[in-house]
């Protein structure tokens, strides 16, 4: 098992900026690809961004220019950068890896931390 803790929600104005981090923990083999999604109430989970080990990026429309992703030197952790929030980015997000063991796969998710953005 492998086990994903998020942090760094919280309440933030229009314009403003938050750093979500993930840590990896636990029966780890190959972590790759590690990625955000996020929930709004009434929604379905929409993807966020993601990145691979080897450093390539995709990102949703509606946050490309404005959120970043990043793996941290430790590679089983993994951060999103988040400038210019606006309302509608208001969610649960959630931190989403694929732990690899030889050819087979298990995907996990974290709990989720709440992102608010409201003056």
């Known amino acids: 098992q492998v086990q994903l803790v998020e942090s760094g929600g919280g309440l933030v104005q229009p314009g403003g900026s938050l750093r979500l981090s993930c840590a990896a923990s636990g029966s780890i083999g190959s972590i790759n690809p590690m990625g955000w999604y996020r929930q709004a109430p009434g929604k379905q989970r929409e993807f966020v961004a993601t990145?691979?080990?080897?450093?390539?990026?995709d990102y949703a429309d509606s946050v490309k220019g404005r959120f970043t992703i990043s793996r941290g030197n430790a590679k089983n952790t993994v951060y999103l950068q988040m400038n210019d929030l606006k309302p509608e980015d208001t969610a649960v997000y959630y931190c989403?890896?694929?732990?690899?063991?030889?050819?087979?796969?298990?995907?996990?998710w974290g709990q989720g931390t709440q992102v608010t953005v409201s003056s």
């Open positions: 990145t691979t080990s080897s450093g390539s990026t």
């Open positions: 989403k890896a694929r732990n690899w063991r030889g050819v087979r796969y298990d995907d996990y």
